[in-house]
């Protein structure tokens, strides 16, 4: 296959994309939204942060901030590649941006768990809490969300989500317990310090 085929092919797949995306809001706008299932999402999406808000430990926040961004591009990334090869979906849609993915969990759900974990025993060893974490998320969380038809695991064994939440809480506690920032106090000073 040359180059131009391989753009045409591409292009093509593009607009496969673009087809797929407006079905799924077509089925977002029409069959889910207002629904009980698409409140309950709302509020799985506004709900952890207020909580957490209110609970963090604020001498904390900065770094338990760190841990949730890495927690959210992993999740993110995860999921990409995951629902691109169909591995899983997320059948109930909660808005036409990026339908493919279930926001209030990624963006929402499980940093929030992540920064409650990490705030929980911080000295205890991150496998254990890692894996307390991993356990409850994969046979836990995600049971109850096939339960609520939030997400399809299409035969994916939950062993596999098991260790997928296990590497992302790992990462994100190397993130949380990074020590090498410098603060800022003017705009004059040298990037680096000789």
């Known amino acids: ?3 131009k085929e391989g753009i045409r092919q591409t292009e093509k797949g ?14 977002m706008y029409h069959a889910y939204l207002f629904t009980w299932q698409w409140w ?10 207020i909580f957490w808000f209110f609970f963090r430990k604020k001498e904390s926040t900065g770094r338990l901030l760190m841990g949730a ?15 691109s090869y169909g591995w899983w979906s997320y059948p ?24 409650v974990v990490l705030q929980i025993k911080p000295r205890a060893n991150p496998f254990l809490k890692g894996a307390i974490f991993a356990a409850v998320g994969a046979f836990g969380g995600m049971k109850v969300f096939e339960a609520l038809r939030y997400y399809d695991p299409k035969g994916t064994p939950m062993i596999y989500v098991f260790f997928i939440f296990l590497v992302i809480y790992l990462i994100s506690y190397v993130f949380y317990n990074m020590n090498n920032f410098q603060k800022v106090t003017s705009r004059s000073e040298p990037l680096h310090e000789k």
């Not at 709302?42 to 709900?47: D, E, G, R």
């Not at 808005?95 to 920064?115: C, G, N, R, T």
């Open 1 to 3: 296959m040359s180059i």
């Open 92 to 115: 109930i849609k909660f808005s036409p941006i990026s339908p493919e993915l279930f926001l209030p969990y990624h963006l929402s759900l499980v940093p929030i768990a992540v920064m």
């Open 69 to 83: 961004f890495a927690t959210i591009i992993l999740s993110l990334l995860t999921d990409l590649i995951a629902t």
């Open 14 to 27: 593009y607009e496969l994309l673009q087809e797929a995306n407006k079905t799924m809001t077509d089925a």
């Open 40 to 49: 309950l999402g709302i509020a799985l999406f506004v709900t952890p942060w």
